[in-house]
């Protein structure tokens, strides 16, 4: 093993940190679920506010970055054509942040705001509920999601490809605090980032399990509850590590293809087969109450009621966001060399908030259908368990049976995608940014996410993996502001070295063409063509201005 791709402080701070969390959740789970809802409500208290301005400052200063001249500027040499053709691209950023949790959320939270509208906002099961738990579900899963994996991704891709430098987190920071980033303090960054996306991926494994717990339930006689969900658990960690042995292009890749045609033909056949008029009209309407209510969506908070919503909902799912930050965004960076940054930001939080519109719309909006006009009665499958609302909802679809069974398919295909996925970045982080990890170490690193998973199933399931997300997510949270810093001082440099090397050329030229007609002045003098040219001396007089 050389030296370079050898695991370092990063690997082994990491591991010890995990494995305390792993040993604490099996012999002490009520006190670390204790602990963890104690820690929960003093970071939504004290600092709930800053997840918001947070998110929000984000996808402002994608917007403005993307805007101004730094746009222009690309990720790789100047000229550099793009790795892949434009398409090819887009789809690959979709299908990297699309992951389990539309599949997991897309009926149950418009179901979830229907049955219980936001802040009370309007009668619990009626049409205007309906309208606020569309246009909540889009705007959780819109621009603000995607803006958090663009800042991560956009100051990789620029470090890695037009700074020459390592595809670390701790690289982004080089501009702010220079050659620190090569000790302790670089050290800390890179660890952060790997709790942060160990425990990110974990939640994201947790809903998977207890998904496909539902799924079976539903096409099956197998019960629902922590022991189903560990043993399906353990079986989807088989194949996942399975995955991780073979070369990564067979490893991940194919599998992600897979994902993609599943994903879009189940799409298509609930939108075909579905109410299709119904869904239409509902994206219409969504998509004009997003853009209407973003910013006071992006901001409000409840201190006059005292109303958790906003910590159940919003919070999570910005916290959720921010602990994939470094897994998506570093995804996302590898892929998209050769971009300028004005196609970056506009591509990452562009395209997906539009195909996660159509999905939201489309499943969200026939379980809507469904329980207005044809008594589902889906919010109370929602109610007694909010992950068996997808499989209620494809009751009401023709083939009911297949169709079920296709969505199982994808729900444990995405599972097994981001897991792998996540293996290959986290060895990635914990070997000094090779782009090559040991498969020795992704498996190590598979293994760490199946254990936290499980912690997390057996401390309070969805529960708990939504207190442990807002947890893990604050610190990277706060690295991220100082990254989007660290990333505009080096924009900045740029800009002025460029400037000033634009100035250095021009005066350069300027000399070339004054030399280019002296000397031409001289030729045409000698040749008789022209009078010779007089210098005086400075404190010498032209001749018509002599007395």
Not at 343 to 351: A, R, S
Request: hydrophobic share 55%.
């Amino acid at each position: 093993m050389s030296m370079n791709n050898r695991p370092g402080w990063v690997f082994y701070l990491s591991i010890l940190l995990l494995a305390v969390f792993v040993g604490a959740g099996i012999l002490l789970p009520e006190q670390l679920a204790n602990w963890a809802d104690t820690g929960l409500e003093f970071t939504t208290v004290h600092f709930g506010w800053l997840y918001l301005f947070a998110t929000t400052g984000f996808l402002v200063f994608c917007i403005a970055v993307a805007a101004s001249d730094y746009g222009h500027i690309r990720l790789g040499a100047d000229g550099e054509a793009p790795e892949f053709p434009y398409l090819t691209w887009l789809g690959m950023i979709f299908s990297s942040g699309m992951g389990v949790g539309l599949v997991f959320w897309a009926v149950a939270e418009p179901m979830s705001h229907f049955m219980a509208p936001p802040f009370g906002g309007a009668e619990a099961e009626s049409p205007h509920a309906a309208s606020l738990a569309m246009r909540y579900s889009l705007f959780h899963w819109g621009f603000h999601q995607w803006a958090n994996f663009a800042v991560v991704g956009l100051a990789i891709a620029y470090v890695r490809f037009r700074r020459q430098r390592p595809g670390l987190i701790s690289e982004t920071f080089r501009a702010s605090i220079g050659h620190r980033v090569d000790g302790s303090i670089g050290h800390g960054i890179n660890t952060l980032a790997v709790i942060s996306t160990v425990f990110g991926v974990a939640t994201t494994l947790g809903l998977g399990v207890i998904q496909i717990n539902s799924g079976l339930v539903s096409v099956s006689d197998i019960g629902f509850g922590a022991n189903q969900q560990l043993f399906i658990l353990g079986a989807i960690a088989v194949v996942f590590l399975l995955c991780a042995l073979a070369p990564l292009e067979s490893g991940v890749r194919y599998v992600s293809d897979a994902n993609m045609v599943l994903a879009a033909f189940l799409l298509a056949f609930v939108f075909f087969f579905g109410p299709t008029d119904f869904i239409t009209a509902a994206m219409t309407n969504a998509i004009g109450d997003y853009f209407a209510n973003m910013m006071g969506m992006s901001l409000v908070m409840t201190p006059y009621t005292g109303d958790d919503w906003v910590e159940r909902w919003t919070i999570f799912y910005w916290a959720w966001g921010l602990s994939w930050a470094p897994f998506v965004g570093s995804f996302i960076a590898r892929i998209s060399r050769g971009r300028t940054i004005r196609e970056f930001v506009f591509g990452v939080i562009g395209t997906p908030v539009l195909l996660s519109i159509f999905w939201f719309s489309t499943f969200g909006g026939s379980a809507l259908y469904f329980e207005l006009f044809e008594g589902a009665a889906l919010g109370e499958a929602v109610t007694r368990e909010m992950s068996s609302a997808l499989f209620a909802t494809l009751d009401f679809l023709p083939g009911t049976s297949i169709i079920s069974a296709l969505m199982l398919v994808l729900i444990v295909l995405f599972v097994i995608t981001s897991a792998n996925s996540a293996t290959f970045v986290l060895g990635m982080f914990t070997s000094k940014g090779t782009l090559t990890p040991k498969r020795w170490l992704r498996v190590t690193w598979g293994l760490v996410q199946v254990l936290v998973a499980g912690v997390l199933l057996i401390s309070g399931g969805l529960a708990a993996l939504q207190t442990i997300s807002i947890l893990a997510a604050f610190p990277f949270m706060v690295l991220m502001i100082f990254m989007a810093v660290s990333l505009l001082k080096s924009l900045r440099d740029e800009q002025r070295q460029l400037e000033l090397h634009e100035a250095i050329t021009r005066g350069r030229m300027m000399q070339l063409l004054e030399e280019h007609d002296r000397a031409k002045a001289e030729q045409l003098a000698e040749a008789g063509l022209i009078e010779p040219e007089i210098e005086y001396e400075e404190d010498e007089t032209m001749p018509e201005d002599r007395t």
